[in-house]
């Protein structure tokens, strides 16, 4: 088992500190005076337990037993929720796109580049399919596709995770993610990374399942509704797709595209991120007022977008 790699030291403390101030401060026209209370004095706890000052894992270290320990997730074998669903055929304009794209990489194999563009392409597709042509049916109604929207690159921190009997924080940058709300609803329904090439998809899939678990656990720990999450992984060719239900049990189903046969992949694409836009706003809306108190006390903390860590040393655990 490859070890942790472990920060001895960071320099976001003071950025954490001043994060948590501000998220006070834009709480208190929302919080009743006893969650206010609640709020204070869990951050006040926080400070004296130094939890502002945790070390970090790099979620990319961690392999798949890692992240079923840290997040207390298991694998199930039950889960048929990918299966047989229905195809969806690219338009002309991406099809076409996707060729011309293969074209002129032809020559040079599969590499990331590739990878990436492929990978846009779909994505994008899949998004602009589900909210330009939204269901209709009464689960649906009230949908408001606005809400729906991918993201790249931010660089993420969850804690905390115990390892070797000390605190520390999970950091690290998927390359995709969907949001379906807001980052105080914790509303990230669909996890996105890419690899190498099939010698890299066991890593791909431990981060990625890392990344989906530190959603789940804030999300379960803040009391939500409902604390699914889906993750994709994939080389551009071969598509891994993951899913965390609301029992912390975690399935997988492969597909291949080496032809560019894509129609399977975006129909579970369409099928997640249709999933994803029904949990949105109504259900982060109506949890997010009712689970306030329940925020205030949650131990766990959970950032998007920070700033990077920058470690003076590390140490291999």
């Known amino acids: 088992m490859p070890p942790f790699k472990v920060a001895k030291k960071r320099t976001t403390t003071k ?10 401060h834009s709480k208190t026209q929302k919080l009743s005076l006893t969650q206010l209370k609640a709020y204070i004095e869990n951050l006040t706890s926080m400070f004296e337990e130094g939890q502002f000052e945790r070390p970090t894992i ?22 048929l929720e990918f299966y047989n669903r229905t195809p969806v055929e690219l338009s002309p304009v991406y099809a076409k796109w996707i060729d011309i794209t293969r074209d002129a ?5 599969p590499n990331k580049a590739l990878t990436r563009i492929t990978l846009n392409n779909l994505l994008i597709f899949a998004h602009h399919f589900v909210t330009s042509q939204p ?10 596709m606005n809400d729906l929207n991918l993201n790249a690159e931010g660089l993420w921190r969850y804690g905390p995770v115990m390892h070797k009997d000390t ?57 939500k509704k409902d ?10 060719q071969c598509w891994w797709f993951l899913k965390i239900n609301n029992d912390s049990e975690w399935s997988e189903y492969i597909i291949t595209a080496r032809h ?16 994803a836009a029904t949990m949105s706003p109504a259900q982060s809306e ?9 925020e205030a006390s949650a131990e766990s903390y959970m950032g998007f977008d920070e700033e990077a860590v920058e470690d003076d040393d590390e140490e291999e655990f």
């Open 105 to 109: 990489f032809g020559k040079s194999g």
């Open 227 to 236: 604390a699914t999450v889906y993750g994709v992984v994939s080389d551009g």
């Open 286 to 294: 109506g949890t997010s007022l009712q689970t306030h108190s329940k």
């Open 260 to 275: 560019g046969n894509y129609q399977e992949v975006v129909g579970i694409l369409v099928h997640i991120f249709r999933t």
């Open 135 to 144: 269901s209709t049916t009464s689960s649906d109604m009230n949908i408001n």
């Open 58 to 79: 790099a979620i990319s270290s961690l392999n798949i037993g890692d992240v079923q320990v840290l997040l207390q997730l298991t694998h199930s074998l039950d889960n």
């Open 15 to 24: 950025q954490r500190m001043k994060d948590a101030i501000l998220d006070l």
């Open 167 to 223: 605190k520390h924080d999970l950091v690290g940058r998927p390359d995709y993610s969907l949001w379906y709300g807001n980052e105080e609803d914790v509303a990230v329904s669909v996890v996105v990374v890419e690899t190498k090439g099939v010698e890299s998809v066991t890593s791909g899939v431990s981060q990625t399942l890392g990344y989906m678990g530190c959603v789940h656990r804030r999300r379960k720990d803040l009391q």
